[in-house]
């Protein structure tokens, strides 16, 4: 799909006259006239290929020269860096009305996302979707989610262990985690049991991935051209969308699951989503119906399995940090019981180690925003339609409010260490209206499934194992997977 904002933000007039017809309307008379400055190279088309190149670099040269705010235009489409927990609170908080998902990026992974709730941009179609799921994802729902948690990642051991020589050959942990992160969230919000076609669902979104972070780089050709890449989308895509109308064709075809005794079971999402009408008497049809639950499919399994990969990497890396994670599953598991919700409170240094995993390594590390009016932002004007770009990789290593940021370091979250920071120095999840609706289900997964998995075992670096890279994709994943070698304890 073509981008199509190619248009500029007019340079702000002196003097402050009537705008250009094709530029923004006038400036009400409190909005500052300056521009964020522009990165350079300012010429168009160096600037895109440097962003193409390398899109970190470029970022990381530009928040150098130019600090918290300043503007770029790969291919001439006018995107605005902000990287101040201040400007982040503005767009994503204080003045979320003003801002919208129509924004390059989410218009990129829309032929993915369709209308689902991670990238629609109409904000009443929205709400109406976001209040319809929101109840299947506060803390006491997640609570009831919390076996299959467990459940699952036993499973996952025990294939582990079932393997030959299962301590000897190295564990492609991302792609196993992967799965796990699928059969977590598919068994709890569908009911559905997807077996092996979790690795084809994998394999496709892994495919798409790449092919949209290139095309989120530069543009060119738009994804109608059926370029041999642009082809590959289109097989994934189908092969996403046949893994999610698998399960909701044999819901239609059987009905919810216990449904003899359905007054005593609550129904789950997708039973929800089936029959919920609005107040005007229409239900969600098929097709959206479909879309949310790739949505909730893509937004769980991605997200969660670059978190726990990154988390198991960085504690075999650094093993005081992982005595101290054993010695608290030790102590509230004395009984080498399987953790159960209940006790998530007695995991703080655990979660300390995913908070800061979810530091370092932001598997959602960057969002944007379309503008929809002139704003200002750090005393600059940002003209409507800017693509307002918050990239958490940068702001989780902002030298203001980390100490040593590129340090792996569970005290940053020490309580006095929270209390002493900005909030919004820290947005893994996002923030604000369309925070991440999966927050709580991915804090208590990622926490128990460590901690199971930590009763036992370790997971240790294979000999000589080189470091490995962030891969700035549409999301950080681990540049060729995490491979770690089990160890029972
Ligand atoms: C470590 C795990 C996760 C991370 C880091 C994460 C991160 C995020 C972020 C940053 C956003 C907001 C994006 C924005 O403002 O543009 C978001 C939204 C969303 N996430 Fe997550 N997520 C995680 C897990 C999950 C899970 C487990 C689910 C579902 C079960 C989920 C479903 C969604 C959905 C549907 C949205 C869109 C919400 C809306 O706009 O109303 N996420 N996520």
């Given at each position: 799909m073509p981008v199509k904002e190619r248009s500029e933000p007019t340079e702000p007039r002196k003097g402050g006259g009537?705008?250009?017809?094709?530029?923004?309307?006038?400036?009400?008379?409190?909005?500052?006239?300056e521009l964020p400055p522009l990165a350079s190279p300012r010429h168009r088309v160096g600037s895109a290929l440097a962003f193409r190149r390398d899109q970190l670099g470029f970022l990381a040269r530009g928040i150098e020269e130019h600090g918290d705010l300043f503007r770029f235009r790969p291919l001439g489409i006018p995107m605005v860096l902000i990287n101040h927990p201040d400007h982040i609170q503005h767009v994503l908080v204080e003045h979320s009305e003003r801002y919208d998902k129509g924004a390059a990026l989410f218009k990129i992974v829309r032929p993915v996302l369709r209308d689902g709730l991670i990238a629609i941009a109409d904000m009443d179609r929205w709400r109406r979707q976001r209040r319809m799921m929101a109840p299947h994802f506060t803390p006491r729902t997640v609570a009831t989610f919390a076996r299959n948690m467990t459940d699952e990642t036993e499973l996952m051991l025990e294939r582990w262990t079932s393997r030959p020589e299962p301590y000897a050959r190295p564990l492609d942990v991302t792609d196993e985690i992967g799965q796990l992160a699928l059969r977590i969230v598919t068994r709890s919000?569908?009911?559905?049991?997807v077996g092996d076609s979790a690795r084809d669902f994998e394999q496709a979104f892994g495919a798409a991935n790449a092919i949209l972070a290139d095309f989120f780089r530069f543009p060119f050709?738009?994804?109608?051209?059926?370029t041999p890449s642009h082809r590959v989308l289109r097989r994934a895509v189908d092969d996403m969308d046949s893994f999610v109308s698998g399960f909701i064709e044999r819901r239609l075809a059987d009905g919810p699951p216990g449904e003899a005794d359905a007054e005593e079971e609550a129904p789950d999402l997708l039973t929800l989503l089936m029959h919920t009408v609005d107040d005007d008497g229409s239900g969600m049809d098929l097709e959206q119906l479909h879309h949310e639950v790739l949505n909730l499919c893509i937004g769980a399994y991605e997200t969660t399995t670059n978190a726990l990969s990154w988390a198991f990497y960085l504690l075999a890396r650094h093993p005081e940090a992982e005595a101290r994670v054993h010695a608290e599953v030790d102590e509230v598991l004395d009984d080498g019981r399987v953790p159960g919700f209940d006790d998530l409170p007695r995991f703080p240094y655990t979660r300390r180690v995913i908070d800061e995993t979810l530091r370092i390594y932001?598997?959602?590390?960057q969002t944007m925003r379309r503008a929809l009016v002139d704003d200002e932002i750090g005393g600059h004007r940002i003209p409507a339609h800017s693509n307002v770009l918050i990239n958490s990789y940068f702001l989780h290593r902002h030298p203001d409010f980390w100490p040593a940021p590129d340090t792996f370091d569970p005290?940053?979250?020490?309580p006095e260490a929270v209390a002493a920071r900005p909030k919004h120095a820290y947005v893994p999840f996002g923030s604000g209206p369309r925070v991440c609706i999966g927050k709580h289900f991915a804090l208590t997964e990622l926490v128990l499934a460590l901690t199971t998995v930590a009763r036992r075992h370790r997971l240790v670096l294979p000999d000589g194992a080189p470091e490995v890279e962030p891969d700035p994709l549409i999301t950080l994943h681990p540049k060729g997977g995490v491979h770690l070698r089990l160890e029972p304890r």
């Open positions: 009537p705008a250009d017809p094709a530029g923004p309307a006038e400036l009400p008379p409190d909005l500052p006239p919000l569908f009911s559905a049991q050709p738009p994804l109608s051209v059926p932001s598997p959602a590390y005290d940053n979250f020490a």
